[in-house]
């Protein structure tokens, strides 16, 4: 099952660093996305992809899952969604001021 996972993600952070190479300003904000997002899977499959009962002391359970990669990923998805929200708003007050996305327009020439 990891091996799925650790292909999952590279295949995530394959298309979000081709999206971040791109010239329009959505399509790098799609690769931050893409990029957090196989960050996110990566670190849970680093974790271990363990099965056990919920981390509460009963009598005979011996095995129980480990929460703290789980809470530390929700954590970073919260992150990600504040950060994907700027990125946009920042890309929407970009366009309606240049009329342009093209981040080789909005560097301007050297020429000028």
Same mark, same amino acid.
Request: no cysteine; charged share 15%.
């Given at each position: 099952?990891?091996?799925?996972?650790?292909?999952?993600?590279?295949?995530?952070?394959?298309?979000?660093?081709?999206?971040?190479?791109?010239?329009?300003?959505?399509?790098?904000?799609?690769?931050?996305?893409?990029?957090?997002?196989?960050?996110?899977?990566?670190?849970?499959?680093?974790?271990?992809?363990?099965?056990?009962?919920?981390?509460?002391? %009963?009598?005979? %359970?011996?095995?129980?899952?480990?929460?703290?990669?789980?809470?530390?990923?929700?954590?970073?998805?919260?992150?990600?969604?504040?950060?994907?929200?700027?990125?946009? %708003?920042?890309?929407?007050?970009?366009?309606?001021?240049?009329?342009?996305?093209?981040?080789?327009?909005?560097?301007?020439?050297?020429?000028?």
């Amino acid at each position: 099952m990891e091996i799925i996972m650790t292909g999952l993600a590279s295949i995530l952070f394959g298309a979000g660093i081709y999206n971040l190479l791109q010239k329009q300003l959505l399509r790098i904000v799609v690769g931050t996305v893409l990029v957090s997002h196989g960050a996110h899977l990566y670190f849970l499959t680093m974790a271990q992809l363990k099965r056990g009962a919920p981390p509460l002391v %009963v009598d005979g %359970v011996t095995e129980y899952a480990d929460p703290l990669p789980q809470a530390l990923v929700l954590t970073a998805i919260v992150i990600a969604f504040g950060v994907t929200s700027f990125l946009l %708003v920042l890309a929407y007050r970009t366009y309606t001021l240049n009329k342009t996305d093209n981040m080789e327009e909005l560097r301007g020439s050297d020429h000028e």
